[in-house]
């Protein structure tokens, strides 16, 4: 079992940037391709990016690419998501995802979900 608990969320002014983690515990993930995806009001969840913690490639939806970097860090089992140049649309609850599987994570369907943490955006 693997449970995964995000913080870092807040509230920030358009331009501004927030730095989500998601601090994973029960096991390493040192195999595992952690996730992020987001949730805004009256809308479905969607992929925002995923890393293979061992391999280290990265894939990112396209509303974010060139703003928001997703990293890992092996010593504390975490991962992060850095999002820069934030917008409005950005505002929404993150959650973080890993699951052995690539292909399950950014389809959406990872064995592992955390709660979230809501990121608000003002303009």
């Known amino acids: 079992q693997v449970q995964l608990v995000e913080s870092g969320g807040g509230l920030v002014q358009t331009g501004g940037s927030l730095r989500l983690s998601c601090a994973a515990s029960?096991?390493?993930?040192?195999?595992?391709?952690m996730g992020w995806f987001r949730q805004a009001p009256g809308k479905e969840r969607e992929f925002v990016a995923a890393?293979?913690?061992?391999?280290?490639?990265?894939d990112y939806a396209d509303s974010v690419k060139g703003r928001f970097a997703i990293s890992g860090s092996n010593a504390k089992n975490t991962v992060y998501l850095q999002m820069n140049s934030l917008k409005p649309e950005d505002t929404a609850v993150y959650y973080c995802a890993a699951d052995l599987d690539r292909q399950r994570v950014v389809r959406g369907t990872p064995d592992y979900w955390g709660q979230g943490t809501q990121g608000t955006v003002s303009s």
């Open positions: 890393i293979r913690r061992s391999g280290g490639s990265s």
């Open positions: 029960g096991r390493t993930v040192y195999n595992f391709v």
